[in-house]
Structures are given as C-alpha cells and as structure tokens.
C-alpha cells in the first residue's frame, strides 16, 4: 500500500472521538428539549437556553481574547441569522416536541440538507442544481413522505407537531445559505460571529416571550433535571459543541465534519427510546433512511466523489469556521 491509500490511525484517533461526541451532544438535544417543556413554555425554553449558550460563548470569547463584530452591516445580517437560525427554529422544535417524540424529531432535523439546496440554488445563488443533486433531493422529498406516512391522511396532533419539526429544519434551510453569501465572508471568526448570532436571538427573545406568553420563571423554581436540561442545551448543545466542530473541522476538514449529519438521528432515536421509551412507527425509520441517502446523493457521498466542501447541518445552526457554514444544531 501506497501513504495515500494506508489510513493514518493516529489522525483517525485525533477527530473521531470528538466527532462521536459532537453527534451524541447534538442527538441528545431532542431529548432535553422534551424535559425541558414539562415546566417551560417552548418560548420560555428557547431564551433560557439560548441564553446560556450565549454567556458560554462569550466567556470563550473572553479567554481566547477575540472580539464580537463591529460592523453595523454584519449584526444586520446576525439579527436575520439570530432569529432564522437560533430563536424561531428552536422554539418551533420545543412546540413540535410537545406533540410528537423527541425521537421523531431529532429525524426531520435530518432534512435540513433538503431544504438548503434549492434555497442556495433558487435564491441565494451560492450553488449549481446537477442531475445528481436533483436525484438526490428527489429521494430525500420522498423520505419525507414516508415519515409523514401521507397514506394514513394528514390532520391530528401528530401530524401537525412533525410538521412544525420540518418548519424548523426549513428555517435552518434558509438561515445556512443566507450566512454563507452574507456573512461567512466577514474577517471576523467562527465563534465571534456564533457569540454574535446568539445575542441577536437573546434580544429577539427577550422581547417577544414576555409579550407573548409572560415573564419566564426564575431558575430557582425549576426542578432539577429541568434546569439541567436547560444547561446542556445552552452550554453543551450550543457552546461545547460549537468548540468541538470548530475542532473537527481543522483536525479533519470541511467535508468530513459535515457527515455528523448522518449520526445524529442515530444518537436522538437511541436516547428517546433508551431515556423516554419512546417508540417509532415502522415508516419513520425507513423514511429517515430514504432521507438520509437522498442528502447523501446531494453531498456526493453516493454515486460520485465529492470535490468540493457542503454543509453540515446539526443543532443548533452555528456558522462554522470562516468559508464553511455549519447549521446543529441542535438541534
């Protein structure tokens, strides 16, 4: 064997325990968000957790001595980002889960990638439409048929929380390719724009949850494990993971970072069914299945090697490192 061909072990060991890692945090999200709304509206959740990933970015910020932008123009933009890519997607996430499993929407996170291409083709230009991709979108778009299960009829509680679940992966199908053509080009850093990003959404909440369904409670008056879950949405889901993707993407490069699409619905059915007991329906996984290689096709990772980088989608939506946009979420 040839150096190109034999796998480097040793650099296979320095990103893949992070990358595991990424995915489990970013899995695991669904399930706090289900702990969460128990005592907090989806509103009240989404500040709450916003808000800590914001103060743990900030004092990352503070420690590495990096700097918030300056530019009018760039916090324009993180306002549309802010609240398209962290307040209305999360929030609609919180309303989903209190109709569907933590499970099933860790899954329709999966179809982020979907909505991203013709958003980036048709709207924003920052992308070509190829026989492949057109493929590739139209076996994720079926995969989403059958995790809907449209041949049961739509309708019902069910229905409409995976519904909500699927706007919240569009609004990152449109937040991602937006930051790409207008901010991803900036001088400023991955993390000063992520810190950025999560204040605009702080703002934003603050305003609108007050006003919508009242002052959230005092972290006092929480339970334990829901101000746990709170913590680790904020400071692991949003603030950690932020920093180990960062990592992956310098250790491992652009494109191998972004196949953590792939593990996290493995991660989110895993932990609802083993934390919640939650069960899926026998279309939902094989939908999730047909999505996922649909988005496989329109990366390239079937059918054609791939030559150029593609995003990454997780929870929660964080731009990543300067030309490559990362959406996480986590969720």
């Known amino acids: 064997m040839t150096a190109d061909i034999t796998p480097d072990r040793a650099a296979l060991r320095s990103w893949l325990p992070g990358f595991v890692a990424l995915a489990a945090i970013w899995g695991s999200s669904f399930l706090f968000i289900k702990v969460g709304i128990r005592e907090l509206h989806p509103l009240q959740l989404t500040l709450y957790r916003v808000a800590a990933g914001a103060v743990t970015l900030l004092v990352v910020l503070a420690v590495l001595r990096d700097r918030l932008p300056r530019e009018p123009r760039v916090w324009a933009h993180l306002f549309v980002i802010g609240a398209?890519?962290?307040?209305?997607?999360?929030?609609?996430?919180?309303?989903?889960?209190?109709?569907?499993?933590?499970?099933?929407?860790?899954?329709?996170?999966?179809?982020?990638?979907?909505?991203?291409?013709?958003?980036?083709?048709?709207?924003?230009?920052?992308?070509?439409?190829?026989?492949?991709?057109?493929?590739?979108?139209?076996?994720?778009?079926?995969?989403?048929?059958?995790?809907l299960g449209v041949w049961k009829g739509v309708g019902g509680a069910h229905f409409t929380g995976q519904l909500m679940c699927f706007g919240a992966a569009a609004c990152y199908g449109v937040s991602i390719p937006y930051q790409k053509k207008f901010v991803a080009g900036s001088s400023y850093s991955g993390l000063s724009l992520s810190?950025?990003?999560?204040?605009?959404?702080?703002?934003?909440?603050?305003?609108?949850?007050?006003?919508?369904?009242?002052?959230?409670?005092?972290?006092?008056?929480?339970?334990?494990?829901?101000?746990?879950?709170?913590?680790?949405?904020?400071?692991?889901?949003?603030?950690?993971?932020?920093?180990?993707?960062?990592?992956?993407?310098?250790?491992?490069?652009?494109?191998?970072?972004?196949?953590?699409?792939?593990?996290?619905?493995?991660?989110?059915?895993?932990?609802?069914?083993?934390?919640?007991?939650?069960?899926?329906?026998?279309?939902?996984?094989?939908?999730?299945?047909?999505?996922?290689?649909?988005?496989?096709?329109?990366?390239?990772?079937?059918?054609r090697r791939r030559t150029s980088p593609t995003v990454a989608v997780g929870t929660p939506a964080v731009p990543a490192a300067e030309p490559v946009v990362q959406g996480r979420a986590p969720y």
């Open 84 to 147: 398209l890519g962290v307040a209305v997607p999360f929030t609609l996430f919180g309303y989903g889960e209190q109709r569907v499993e933590s499970m099933l929407a860790g899954i329709w996170n999966a179809t982020t990638p979907l909505i991203v291409l013709p958003m980036a083709v048709l709207v924003f230009r920052t992308e070509r439409l190829t026989v492949r991709r057109a493929v590739g979108l139209g076996l994720g778009f079926a995969g989403v048929l059958v995790v």
């Open 195 to 303: 810190a950025a990003q999560l204040l605009m959404a702080v703002a934003q909440l603050a305003v609108v949850t007050p006003l919508v369904v009242g002052a959230p409670p005092l972290p006092t008056a929480l339970s334990g494990e829901v101000l746990a879950s709170v913590l680790a949405l904020g400071a692991l889901g949003t603030g950690l993971a932020f920093v180990i993707n960062m990592r992956n993407i310098r250790v491992a490069g652009a494109s191998t970072a972004s196949t953590v699409t792939y593990l996290i619905p493995v991660f989110a059915v895993v932990i609802g069914a083993l934390a919640l007991n939650e069960r899926l329906t026998w279309h939902q996984p094989v939908g999730a299945l047909v999505v996922l290689l649909g988005v496989a096709v329109t990366q390239g990772l079937v059918g």
